[in-house]
């Protein structure tokens, strides 16, 4: 499976973005696909996942701003509103498949401006 992010850019506080990773090759076997995000100086995070069957978990810091999804495309997106200062980070899909493989894609770079 290979992952193709798209969408980062430089948005000002309280703005919005939609984050796109497309998936290609053997998109049949994805299980699960999520975002993580990287900040500088901090560690990877979790951000948001999505099941096969549509069923998500958001980290609380995001919960009521990202919304994760995903189309039966092999297509995963992540809607971000009231962006903040503090979410600028390189932004990394992940897909996990019925195979028990792990694949990134190379991430994408959000910067929120104060």
């Known amino acids: 499976v290979q992952l193709q992010a798209s969408g980062g850019g430089l948005v000002q506080a309280g703005g919005s973005l939609r984050l796109s990773c497309a998936a290609s090759?053997?998109?049949?076997?994805?299980?699960?696909m999520g975002w993580y995000r990287q900040a500088p100086g901090k560690q990877r995070e979790l951000v948001a996942v999505?099941?096969?069957?549509?069923?998500t978990n958001v980290a609380d810091s995001v919960k009521d701003r990202f919304t994760i999804s995903r189309d039966n495309a092999g297509t995963m997106y992540l809607q971000m509103n009231s962006l903040k200062p503090e979410d600028t980070a390189v932004y990394y899909c992940?897909?996990?498949?019925?195979?028990?493989?792990?694949?990134w894609g190379q991430g994408t770079l959000v910067t929120v401006s104060s």
């Open positions: 999505i099941t096969r069957s549509g069923n």
């Open positions: 090759g053997s998109i049949a076997g994805i299980n699960t």
């Open positions: 992940n897909v996990l498949t019925v195979w028990s493989t792990e694949h």
